[in-house]
């Protein structure tokens, strides 16, 4: 199970309020996060966000173990945002930084069950929403009065 | 009849979030185990809302549920002729701005407005009202 999202350590809109966010729900998930779910904030600027500076800005958000800040080749992370779906479809919007996608994106990798949910949702229904994913990803898919009324 | 309350809403995208008035939709339950509800109308009142696209390049039809309204103006001019009647979807054009009238009449409850593009709704582009005997006055829910 994983938990992505992208930031950039100076990001002045969204980043601040979606890091404290997900500190909240890594408190939620506390006996979990690092056993069988992950998370992982992608930097959007690779050449200024070395591991330096994300592990300071990892640091002073109170991020804890099981939760990494990764970088990488600028080519590599935009192959990345793309295929993980952190894109607008109006160019302009999409080249301008400031304005990234401030989603979360929520993957049951073995069960190929991928959700997203907002990053400024309340942290107890993005622990929800993980949990979802995580636990009981075919519950509620047909409840068991349904089943009785089929014969089945 | 005259409105108890004019409501402003501002229908917009913030980073790829579909959000109301600045707020996402709050989709848990509070602390004490009650849904969240906005605002709350007056039974037996009427109120005037205004419905506004502000999300840069994206149609939204809004749904309101329980209470059937009426279109008083469309981007500040009478509503077309199709718009002359009970309606409960408010399309919201690009950058359109809408002035809706409705009753609250029968039912206490809590029924919710939303985006009736079934993406958007389900990535939570609604929110929750209420109608009880005693209503508030918040015109920017």
């Given at each position: 199970m994983v938990v992505i999202n992208f930031m950039y350590?100076?990001?002045?809109?969204i980043c601040p309020t979606m890091t404290a966010n997900l500190v909240r729900v890594q408190k939620i998930l506390h006996d979990r996060i690092g056993h069988d779910i992950f998370m992982y904030s992608i930097t959007l600027k690779p050449e200024e966000d070395t591991p330096q500076v994300l592990k300071e800005y990892a640091d002073m958000h109170g991020a804890g173990p099981g939760w990494l800040f990764l970088t990488g080749k600028p080519a590599d992370i935009e192959l990345l945002r793309r295929s993980l779906g952190f894109?607008?479809?109006?160019p302009d919007e999409d080249a301008d930084k400031s304005t990234h996608i401030g989603m979360l994106r929520i993957g049951n990798e073995p069960m190929l069950r991928w959700s997203a949910c907002p990053s400024q949702a309340r942290a107890e229904w993005i622990a929800t929403s993980i949990l979802t994913e995580a636990d009981?990803?075919?519950?509620?898919?047909?409840?068991e009065d349904s089943m009785v009324a089929l014969g089945k | 009849m005259l409105p108890r309350v004019t409501r402003t809403f501002e229908f917009e995208r913030k980073n790829g979030q579909w959000q109301i008035n600045g707020q996402n939709a709050e989709c848990s339950l509070t602390p004490d185990n009650s849904v969240n509800v906005r605002f709350t109308c007056q039974r037996n009142t009427s109120e005037r809302w205004i419905l506004r696209?502000?999300?840069?390049?994206w149609q939204h039809p809004i749904h309101i549920h329980m209470e059937e309204f009426r279109v008083l103006t469309r981007n500040g001019v009478a509503p077309p002729m199709v718009e002359h009647s009970r309606k409960d979807v408010c399309r919201l054009g690009f950058n359109e701005d809408v002035e809706l009238f409705s009753r609250f009449r029968d039912f206490r409850g809590d029924w919710p407005m939303h985006c009736h593009n079934t993406v958007h709704e389900d990535h939570a582009m609604m929110l929750l009202w209420g109608v009880q005997d005693h209503g508030d006055t918040n015109p920017n829910p």
């Open positions: 350590a100076h990001c002045q809109g894109t607008s479809i109006d009981n990803p075919l519950k509620g898919a047909l409840k | 696209n502000r999300s840069g390049g």
